[in-house]
């Protein structure tokens, strides 16, 4: 089973690349986030690999990180989503936003990718929240496990500030990924004790400087 790549990009195609280890060119199938990280032809690469073997073919499917081979064998759990499928999810999200939709059951941001109808797109949102409870969103926040404070042992107050301060901002026509993002930026900043308008004024500061 292969996992992992080293050797020259020699061709970069819409959904895949070539990648010449040894004189042997591997068709590696890849998101066109880790199609636009790849570098120049003739040029060294290094992609983490998934290989799925199928009775009538061996496909390998590429990715500039390992974050993204996690999401990627995540979303070919769920009913419906294949290789592809989820290629094109992680074309349209990056891991970071990816985990941020999930945990803040943002199915209109899974559903902006290519195939993806909004049935699918709830079908992910439920199924994932719980698998995904070990993937790093970024400092102090995991997807499924995200300041959800009943799991610490305390009450569940720090969860519902989060969640009214994401509402608030969701009422003021920001996106709900972009909204839970921000929110958990202000709550790290803040700290546990901070209220609910605390963090709808921190969180909007945060998405105004991004705009």
Known sequence: MIASLRGLVEQVDDDGAIVDVGGVGYL???????LTALPRAGEAVHLRIETHVREDHIHLYGFATESERTWFRLLTTVQGVGARLALA??????????????????????????????????????????????IELGPQARVGGAFRVEDKGRDNGEDRRVSDAVSGLVNLGYGRTEA?????????????????????????ARLGAAA
Request: glycine fraction near 12%; aromatic fraction near 2%.
């Open 180 to 204: 839970y993002g921000a929110v958990i930026d202000a709550l790290r900043e803040i700290g546990d004790d901070a209220r609910v308008e605390a963090l709808i004024r921190s969180g909007l």
């Open 89 to 134: 999810i992680l074309s349209a999200l990056s891991p970071t936003d990816l985990g941020r939709a999930i945990a803040s059951g943002d199915r209109v941001a899974v559903s902006r990718a290519n195939g993806v109808g909004s049935k699918l797109a709830a079908r992910i949102v439920t199924e994932l929240k719980d698998k995904a409870g070990g």
């Open 28 to 34: 590696v199938f890849c998101s066109g986030r880790t």
